[in-house]
């Protein structure tokens, strides 16, 4: 049997891998309070201190850092906390990444997040990633090379979703919970950006399906398209994010092949380069003869991409300058600042980066949007006395 003390801490939080705050602050909106928070790099500490200096933050690697010292550090006992927030570093799940998995150091750092939550027993946890989580294989396997083999004779270590299937095993190991996980938009929850992340979330108080069901509630946005045959709101656009911006226009440069930019329209992408630039400025990701690859190489709109007022942001990636992930102011071809950044992703713009511009990016792009975090945690709230 749990014991836990005698003295209220409703809303009690524990965040693991926090990095700029994105899903604490969420949490914090909807009536949360962050105890502690951990994250190995240093400028993420030193963002969390300077913003939030009430907080103890333990700045290391998890690994070194057991869950009775957590505990001992917030004056908590075993049970006693509300919920354990984090994604663990994602880059190795991603499908923009090379999906090394749990080979990857970052990957295992997920086992580090289990272990916790076996040691903390919190009434919840939260989990989020990539939506690339979902099907990666235990064994990776180039696009190129698994496409030229049919699906059912793969190896079942390569089979899509075979790493995933072994990493709810870990979670069904966590004794006393239950737990559920869905694909989140976060556009659908008034995000101005096309958002999906993978959510996980476990509890020993009511069940999480009951928690997603009031989470799909609380959505009231829906693509244009099909906002008004859904009776929803359609997405915020980027008009709406950068409204009335006091921007001091800290900002990275494209490369050279900048130049490309000023001939894409807004909303555009190398598609709409002239036909006589596409190739010279593609370079070895043009369209290729090479049968392995001809007409398999999708549309890699993120290729020389302007962002369009109209439309909700696309995914903020860790740096707005690279060729593949572009990410281009619609006016100007210059790349978002970070404080456009910021306010895509719901940081206050009160909010304080400390770091290198670099750093700024990779904490805002890797951070839950605040919006999104917020409505789960509305809807965690509501449980937290049962």
């Not at 190896?155 to 989140?184: H, M, N, R, T, V």
């Not at 958002?195 to 009511?206: C, N, P, Q, Y």
């Not at 009031?214 to 244009?224: L, N, V």
């Not at 740096?319 to 306010?343: F, G, K, N, W």
Request: overall charge positive; glycine content about 8%; charged content about 30%.
């Amino acid at each position: 049997m749990l014991v836990t003390k005698s003295k209220n801490k409703n809303g009690s939080l524990i965040s693991l891998f926090t990095c700029g705050m994105g899903m604490d602050l969420g949490f914090e909106e909807a009536g949360f309070s962050t105890l502690y928070a951990n994250d190995i790099t240093n400028f993420a500490c030193n963002t969390i201190r300077k913003n939030k200096p009430q907080i103890i933050c333990d700045e290391g690697d998890i690994t070194d850092i057991s869950s009775k010292e957590i505990l001992e550090k917030i004056d908590c006992n075993k049970g006693e906390v509300d919920v354990v927030i984090g994604g663990p570093p994602c880059q190795s799940f991603s499908t923009a990444g090379m999906r090394k998995g749990l080979d990857d150091k970052r990957g295992m750092a997920l086992l580090e997040y289990l272990r916790v939550i076996k040691g903390v027993q919190p009434k919840f946890f939260v989990f989020e990633n990539v939506t690339g989580l979902k099907s990666i294989s235990k064994k990776h396997m180039s696009f190129y090379d698994r496409i030229a083999i049919k699906k059912k004779d793969l190896p079942s270590d390569q089979q899509y979703g075979s790493l995933f299937a072994e990493i709810l095993e870990e979670f069904k190991k966590i004794k006393g919970y239950e737990f559920e996980w869905k694909i989140l938009n976060a556009a659908d929850y008034g995000v101005p950006q096309k958002r999906k992340r993978l959510i996980l979330i476990g509890s020993r108080v009511i069940s999480p399906k009951i928690i997603f069901e009031e989470i799909e509630k609380m959505s009231k946005y829906a693509d244009p398209k099909k906002a008004n045959a859904k009776n929803k709101k359609p997405w915020k656009t980027l008009k709406h994010a950068l409204n009335k911006i006091n921007d001091d226009m800290e900002c990275t440069t494209f490369p050279e092949w900048g130049k490309y930019l000023q001939h894409v329209p807004a909303g555009g992408c190398w598609v709409d380069l002239p036909k006589k630039l596409q190739k010279e400025a593609m370079g070895k990701a043009a369209d290729s003869d090479d049968p392995k690859r001809k007409g398999k190489q999708g549309g890699r709109r993120g290729f020389f991409r302007r962002l369009s007022w109209d439309n909700p942001a696309p995914t903020l990636v860790t740096s707005p300058s690279q060729m593949a992930t572009c990410i281009c102011h619609p006016d100007d071809t210059r790349p978002l600042t970070v404080r456009e950044y910021a306010r895509i992703q719901g940081f206050p713009d009160k909010w304080q980066f400390v770091g290198t511009t670099t750093q700024k990016y990779r904490m805002i792009g890797e951070a839950v949007p605040v919006g999104l975090a917020k409505v789960i945690g509305s809807v965690i709230k509501k449980f937290c006395n049962d």
